[in-house]
């Protein structure tokens, strides 16, 4: 089994910048503000357990690193649900760089089942594609495709074949980004951001 096989919705986005450049931005938004708390420590998965939670009514946490396998890369693991789309957003327009955010759900019988991914070109959202079902299935893209799309996927009849989780991980492979592995998931010198009031 995969790392990632063990929990029903799963999502990160990765950022090509420096764990130094990010950190900068962070600090710049955040230190000014006594509800954040930002400390260094080892990256554990102790988000959530299956999935996050539902709502935002949790204190948001965040984690960034640098994964073994792609140095050129800063990932970030939230516990929120939409992995906190809207820092992602922050990130990639302070520092204009190039990101990706993935949304994977591998029980598609859940009712907010989606896959999706979402990609910023020199900080603007270049593009966006999902399949999610509210409450049919639908099928969604906007933007030009990319290099690592396999476009004939999404001519599939079944909407929810479109984009699958299976399809999203060859995705981050192309990207270099071994998710499915465990080691790619261990780094001893990870930012965590987290609110605390």
């Not at 990010?22 to 959530?48: G, H, Q």
């Not at 949790?58 to 649900?81: C, D, E, Q, R, W």
Request: aromatic share 14%.
């Amino acid at each position: 089994m995969n790392f990632i096989e063990n929990f029903e919705v799963f999502g990160f986005t990765c950022f090509r910048a420096t764990i130094n450049e990010i950190e900068e931005v962070l600090k710049d938004k955040f230190d000014a503000n006594v509800k954040y708390e930002m400390k260094k420590k080892s990256f554990l998965f102790d988000l959530y357990l299956k999935r996050p939670p539902k709502g935002g009514a949790h204190l948001i946490k965040a984690y960034f690193f640098v994964p073994g396998s792609n140095s050129s890369m800063v990932v970030m693991v939230t516990n929120y649900n939409d992995e906190w789309q809207t820092l992602a957003n922050y990130i990639a327009n302070e520092l204009k760089l190039d990101a990706f955010s993935f949304h994977m759900t591998s029980d598609l019988n859940i009712s907010d089942a989606r896959n999706s991914f979402t990609h910023w070109a020199n900080g603007n959202k270049a593009r966006v594609v999902y399949a999610m079902k509210d409450p049919k299935w639908i099928f969604h893209e906007e933007g030009d495709p990319l290099w690592l799309e396999n476009i004939e996927f999404y001519k599939r009849k079944i909407i929810k074949d479109r984009l699958n989780h299976n399809i999203l991980i060859s995705y981050c492979e192309k990207l270099n980004l071994n998710i499915t592995e465990k080691s790619f998931w261990k780094n001893n010198d990870a930012i965590l951001l987290e609110k605390i009031a």
